[in-house]
């Protein structure tokens, strides 16, 4: 008979954290779960399920433009924010509910506030206090807010999805996915957008000629993109809105004024380890602020596990919950190979989209030296007859003496659709060869990924000519 209350005791109710208590409770462990906010976390609440609503609701007036080609006649649109919000809530309220379902049906037991960790087998949740074999760390991350002048009265992520009204004119600070989606979503809206970051080119990571054309892409659409500029500062008027300072960029005075009625934040994310009582363990942290953890998931506590955005690995809701399967079955079926985080395959929700698996050029060059690159530049045959400015953009990345295909990369319509199969040729090893010889489904975009044959020339040797 143990001597603790549970066999698992998970903190944190997001996406990793339910996965793993409702498989640990399904192999006859007695689990508990504590959760001081939203059930199905950051993603189901304030995270990709209500952005990806957004993304829709933004992608209607392009849609509604691009009808009378077709010859619809559609009246001048309207667009309500709080209708928009309103039914958001209400498909977020019923998916939150799911989510403690799924808990209570497993027989997991809930524990509704903060969990923090008094020793290597106790947690304590509103005064109570509860004993675990092991302890689950699934808390996630929370959206950073530097410290800058007027800082306070900025925005982050989790403000966006409860704003009364919809600003009409907006600041978006930052160069990472969720700057990008939001710039879109709101420009998509009908709200005059800045987006600024302080590098020469956003989305850090992902290939050099995606980054490129999603920003002429965005600049067609009406983003006024700007790099290598700064937010200095955020001064509220008397008369109401905000006055953004800002520095750098092509600005030709020191410093530009810029009147918005919103500044967004999206300048990264931390792990949420605050008031957790790791003190009281031997639990470290990395140099990212992030629990550390071996390949199995083990903090340097051994009775205390950590899973997700809280671990900072790679921040993507599949991927917590991957980590979440693979933690259980190690703990309590025995042997289990570790997580393979090579070739995972993910989209930004921007406008358009970008999906892409595998290796950016870049990488690939590092890894492996030389590589054929394979690419193409389209406009989508829905544009044809809408007259849409709007261009698809696909590469593909081999080693050339395995043929094999190290990365796959696309802008435009459907890239998350289409991405998602071309993780499941690449997971298996596909080869340029095979992508050659598999038949175009005609007429689609995603035929391009298995008709493209002639190779962009090498850059040392174009430099050489």
């Known amino acids: 008979m143990s001597d603790f209350m549970y066999d698992l005791f998970t903190i944190g109710a997001g996406s990793g954290g339910v996965r793993a208590s409702r498989m640990a409770a399904a192999m006859g462990k007695k689990v508990a779960v504590a959760e001081e906010r939203h059930y199905g976390g950051t993603c189901v609440n304030i995270g990709c399920v209500p ?20 010859g619809w006649t559609v009246p001048p649109a309207a667009f309500d924010w709080s209708t928009l919000i309103a039914n958001k809530d209400k498909e977020i309220e019923r998916l939150n509910g799911i989510y403690e379902r799924l808990l209570q049906n497993a027989g997991v037991t809930i524990y509704d506030g903060r969990a923090r ?18 302890i689950l760390i699934a808390t996630g991350g929370r959206p950073v807010r530097p410290e800058q002048p007027g800082s306070d009265y900025g925005l982050i992520s989790d403000d966006f999805f409860y704003l009364k009204e919809m600003p009409k004119r907006v600041l978006v600070v930052g160069g990472g996915y969720i700057a990008v989606e939001f710039a879109g979503i709101l420009n998509g809206l009908g709200a005059q957008v800045t987006q600024i970051y302080r590098g020469p080119l956003f989305l850090r990571g ?9 920003a002429e892409e965005m600049r067609k659409k009406g983003i006024d993109l700007r790099f290598e500029t700064h937010l200095d ?3 509220k008027e008397e008369a109401g ?47 990212a602020g992030a629990i ?15 899973i997700g955005d809280v671990t900072d690995r790679v921040n993507l809701t599949p991927v917590a919950l991957a980590e979440g399967m693979t933690l259980v079955k190690h703990l309590f079926q025995g042997e289990q190979p570790a997580l393979d985080y090579s070739n995972i395959p993910t989209a930004v929700f921007s406008q358009p989209p970008i999906g892409t698996v ?11 030296g030389a590589v054929d690159v394979y690419t193409s530049s389209f406009r989508a045959m829905k544009f044809t007859m809408s007259g849409r400015d709007e261009r698809s953009f696909m590469k593909l990345i081999v080693d050339p003496k395995s043929d094999k295909v190290l990365g796959a990369h696309m802008v435009g319509a459907d890239a998350a659709e289409i991405m998602q199969g071309l993780g499941i040729a690449m997971k298996c090893g596909a080869t340029k060869a095979h992508f050659d010889a598999t038949i175009g489904i005609h007429p689609s975009a995603a035929e391009e990924f298995v008709t493209m044959r002639e190779k ?3 850059p040392s040797e174009m430099a050489a000519e």
């Open 241 to 287: 809105g905000y006055t953004a300072l800002l520095t750098g960029g092509t600005q030709e005075t020191d410093q530009e004024a810029l009147p918005v009625d919103a500044v967004f934040y999206a300048v990264g994310r931390k792990p949420y380890v605050d008031d957790l009582g790791l003190e009281n363990t031997k639990v470290t942290l990395n140099k």
């Open 117 to 134: 960790i008094v020793d290597p087998h106790t947690v304590s949740v509103n005064g109570e206090t509860i004993t675990a074999e092991r």
């Open 358 to 368: 595998g290796l950016t050029e870049a990488q690939a060059r590092d890894l492996h």
């Open 206 to 214: 992902f290939d050099d000629e995606v980054r490129m054309v999603i």
């Open 292 to 306: 550390a953890v071996d390949s199995f998931y083990q903090t340097t506590e051994p009775s205390i596990y950590a």
């Open 233 to 235: 500062c955020i001064q």
């Open 456 to 458: 962009r020339p090498d």
């Open 51 to 70: 952005k990806k609503l957004m993304v829709y609701a933004s992608h209607f007036s392009e849609d509604f433009e691009d009808a009378a080609g077709y």
